[in-house]
Every structure is written in structure tokens, then in C-alpha cells.
């Protein structure tokens, strides 16, 4: 599941029950903030890309 516009900071927990979730928060403005969840039964690698622009 992708989400954006989460409108998360760091100090905001988001957690599923039998899913990991991955998140980028903003950290400065409003709004902002994508999260991917993947249900822990399917096998995943994360890939972390430092910038995306």
C-alpha cells in the first residue's frame, strides 16, 4: 500500500498490524510525507535512495 500527503513527523508513530512500513516524513513545512506498508508474509528488499530530485 503507498500512501502520500501523510502529513507524519518523525516523533509520529504509523504501525499495522502484520505490515512494516517504511516511511519520509517532511521534516520542515506543512503537509508532505509518503509511507509504503508491505504485509509482512510477502519477502521484500528496501532500497534507500539518499535524493530522489
Do not use: C
Request: aromatic share 12%; proline share 4%.
Amino acid at each position: 500500500m503507498l500512501l502520500s500527503e501523510t502529513w507524519l513527523r518523525p516523533g509520529n508513530k504509523l504501525s499495522i498490524i502484520n505490515y512494516f512500513t517504511y516511511r519520509a516524513d517532511r521534516l520542515t513545512g506543512r503537509g508532505g510525507g509518503v509511507a509504503v506498508l508491505i504485509k509482512k508474509d510477502i519477502r521484500h528488499s528496501p532500497i534507500y535512495f539518499s535524493n530522489l530530485q
